[in-house]
C-alpha cells in the first residue's frame, strides 16, 4: 500500500538489484528479497488491515503462492498471515522498509 512512502524510485531499485543478486530465476529473486525482508525489516511494528491496528511480528512465505510474502500480525492476541501488500504503515516507518519496498516493486513486475 505505502511501503515506498518516502523513498525514492532509485533507493528502491537499488534494494532489489542488492536482494537479487547472483539469482538465475524468480525463485532465486524470491529467496534473496525473502532473507533481505527478514533480516533488514525491524519487527515488530505498528501498521493497520482493514483499518484496523496490528503489530507485525515477522515475515513468511506465503502459502498460496510460491512467489509470495506474507506479513505475521497479531490483532487482538490471535495470529495472522497477511499478504505484504496488503498492509498498510503507521508512523514511525520501520527500519528496513525498503527492503518490502523493493519486494513488492519486483512483485509487481512478475
Known amino acids: 500500500m505505502n511501503w515506498n512512502r518516502d523513498l525514492g524510485d532509485a533507493a528502491v531499485h537499488e534494494a532489489m538489484d542488492d536482494a537479487c543478486?547472483?539469482?538465475?530465476?524468480?525463485?532465486?529473486?524470491?529467496?534473496?528479497?525473502?532473507?533481505?525482508?527478514?533480516q533488514e525489516l525491524a519487527f515488530p511494528f505498528p501498521a493497520r488491515v482493514l483499518g484496523e491496528h496490528v503489530e507485525v511480528t515477522s515475515a513468511t512465505t506465503a502459502d498460496y503462492d510460491s512467489l509470495g510474502i506474507d506479513l505475521v500480525v497479531v490483532h487482538k492476541g490471535k495470529e495472522y498471515s497477511i499478504a505484504a501488500h496488503s498492509i498498510e504503515l503507521e508512523t514511525p516507518l520501520p527500519d528496513g522498509h525498503l527492503y518490502l519496498a523493493a519486494y513488492l516493486e519486483w512483485k509487481s513486475k512478475q
Open 21 to 38: 543478486v547472483d539469482c538465475n530465476d524468480e525463485h532465486d529473486q524470491i529467496s534473496g528479497l525473502f532473507t533481505m525482508v527478514d
